[in-house]
């Protein structure tokens, strides 16, 4: 009885709350309701940490580290293109040095140091009999065309040797050494060539060089009279010449079948147009890839 009477009671609640004959019941009830909803706290089943989007498009500091690659590479460009412009006016200077007036060959020989590239002139006698071969090595011909030619090489007119001879300067003790000019394979042994075996003193005009380093996979000289590269310290020993290595420059008046002079050359090396593609490459495509992962956060 009990429970009847007070389910009809609250029915009659009920009924009397949405009733339009009492609002003030109505609104206070639906009033508390609002309020309590209000006061319990949002519940949000997820898994993860819940971010604001200002949270979302914030760089951390590791995306601005990541940054330091594409800045860098692209820093390192810059300065290879700077030495691009160095090196290309260096080897102009140098080109145009070959063809300046040449100056008497110093007193102090080590003063030659400083003046690689640089024509001199001088006087005084060959030493044949400690003639020296230097190569194989392709011609220089006069107007500046070298011709093909290399170790494999059998072309008599493309591929040769440089012939090294000391030279005891006159009205001195200095012997140093003159790359005489190019020979071909057949006209190596000095008595196919004898008219060129000059034993009078002669005066001649030369380019200042410096010695070479080993070249890698070279063979180290052991001996003998041939060498592949400008080995001054084992020439100089050989010869018991001053550590001075000179080019003859080319003389339209030399006999015949004489060593051909004007075998210079500026060996410079110059690979800073694919060091500063390289480095621009790199740059643009780790920039692309910090705006895509670290800007707009688009997944691989």
Known sequence: MLLRVNTQMWKQICALQHSPRCPIIGVQFRRKITQQAQQQ????????????????????????FLLLIPVTTFGLGCWQVKRKIWKEQLIKDLHKQLHTAPVELP???????????????LRGNFLHDKEMQMGPRSLIRPDGVET?????????????YLIVTP?????????????RGW??????????????????????????????????????????????????????ADT????????????????????????????????????LVTWFSLSAATSYLWYRQIVKRIPF
């Open 240 to 275: 018991n010449a001053a550590p001075v290595f000179l080019d003859a420059v080319y003389d339209e008046n030399s006999p015949q079948n004489s060593p051909i002079g004007g075998q210079t050359r500026v060996t410079l090396r110059n690979d800073h147009l694919s060091y």
């Open 107 to 121: 007193e102090d020989l080590r003063q030659l140091d400083a003046m690689e590239y640089q024509l001199v002139t």
């Open 148 to 160: 093909q030619g290399g170790l494999f090489s059998q072309r008599d007119t493309g591929n040769g």
């Open 183 to 236: 020979v071909s394979r057949k006209h190596v042994d000095p008595k196919s060539r004898a008219a060129g075996q000059l034993s009078h003193e002669v005066q001649l005009t030369a380019v200042v060089r410096k010695g070479e380093t080993r070249p890698q996979f070279t063979p180290d000289h052991k001996g003998g009279h041939i060498y592949l590269y400008r080995d001054l310290p084992r020439m100089c």
């Open 41 to 64: 706290p949002k519940i949000e089943w997820t898994t993860s940490i819940p971010t604001g989007k200002k949270d979302k498009d914030k760089i951390t500091a590791l995306g601005w």
């Open 167 to 179: 030279f005891k300067v006159a009205d001195r003790d200095d012997i140093v050494l003159v790359n």
